[in-house]
């Protein structure tokens, strides 16, 4: 991959690939095309041009409280829900330099889960307090993990089979939850643990968006420090990186995103695995890819969720059902290129 330089009049200068650039700008259009079309979907059906007018001020009475009041949160919230997740993933498989260190492989979805069952279950809580519980026991599972992890620093690996383990256990705990449940906590909570953008409006927004604005910008900044990473904690150390530091910031706030996307949409699956994969063979670039993961996570999500309201007739699917049988078929696949190129 070349890298070229761009220098500006101050004598400051900018590296970039070319390739890399385009994917993003590529990324950026599908997931605008996609949140216009998605806003326009429904049963009082808007043309995309109609759509833009609308969101510009200039559309009907019917078509500013369809669009406004009734889509656009709903769309709002997949986009930051799949750049959270696709970003998070990125952090965790750069810092397990392992395509499956995935959140919601190695257990942080599931303690985000667990959480929330428990609000449901244990205390009958509404929405708010299930989407507390899924950020706290979220931040919980991300600390527990990473401390059994540790031996004189955490190894890629060791942190796979660690989230693994922690993830099999959440399992189980999730589904002695649902034993315990009433017969209406029950269907709530298997609601919820589909995964779904039905009837997300802005109180669903405003926290994710508060949180994702302080947070995303964080993770970019330190994607320079991050791919330094990747070569390895020696390498890092020896290119001015305070490795540990750097790591639990990364962490910490890839287990802050994931556990709040969950919180607002429910543990949307394999999002988080897929993105940053997809985006990596997109760019052809090395690296974290983050810009790349996190919209392309945008970009998976939007598609998605159309897919589930307008694919199948007049019964919607909920939007983790159909990100669960495309991540399942893309598992697959990366477990068999793996094993073909003599990884696992």
Aim: glycine share 12%.
């Amino acid at each position: 991959m070349s890298t070229k330089t761009l220098r500006t009049g101050g004598g400051l200068s900018v590296r970039y690939e070319p390739r890399a650039v385009v994917a993003v700008l590529g990324l950026l259009a599908v997931a605008l095309a996609a949140a216009v079309v998605l806003i326009g979907s429904g049963d009082f059906p808007i043309a995309p041009g109609d759509v833009v007018a609308t969101l510009l001020g200039d559309g009907t009475p019917v078509q500013e409280f369809a669009v406004m009041d009734l889509r656009l949160p709903r769309v709002l919230v997949a986009v930051f829900v799949g750049a959270a997740l696709g970003i998070g993933g990125a952090v965790f498989q750069s810092v397990s330099r392992n395509p499956l260190g995935s959140p919601d492989v190695i257990g942080f979805g599931q303690g985000s889960t667990v959480g929330a069952l428990t609000v449901i279950v244990l205390f009958q809580g509404g929405s708010t307090a299930a989407a507390g519980g899924a950020v706290v026991v979220g931040l919980v599972t991300g600390a527990a993990i990473y401390l059994l992890a540790w031996k004189r620093g955490v190894h890629g690996y060791r942190l796979v089979l660690v989230g693994i383990g922690a993830a099999a256990m959440l399992t189980a705990g999730i589904h002695y939850l649902l034993t315990k449940a009433q017969l209406v906590d029950a269907t709530r909570a298997t609601v919820w643990m589909t995964g779904s953008l039905e009837g997300r409006d802005w109180a669903q927004f405003w926290p994710l968006f508060a949180v994702c604005c302080v947070l995303l910008p964080l993770v970019l900044g330190h994607g320079r420090a991050l791919r330094m990473l990747e070569m390895g904690d020696d390498a890092a150390y020896a290119l001015g990186v305070k490795v540990e530091r750097t790591r639990i910031v990364l962490m910490g706030s890839a287990v802050l995103l994931v556990a709040v996307a969950t919180a607002a949409a429910g543990p949307i699956v394999f999002v988080s695995l897929s993105a940053p994969q997809l985006a990596r063979r997109l760019t052809r670039s090395p690296g974290p890819n983050l810009a790349a993961s996190a919209l392309m996570g945008t970009a998976l999500l939007l598609v998605a969720d159309w897919t589930a309201t307008n694919a199948f007739g007049e019964r919607q699917l909920p939007v983790g059902v159909v990100t669960a049988v495309l991540g399942g078929c893309y598992l697959l696949w990366l477990l068999v290129s793996e094993r073909k190129a003599g990884r696992i």
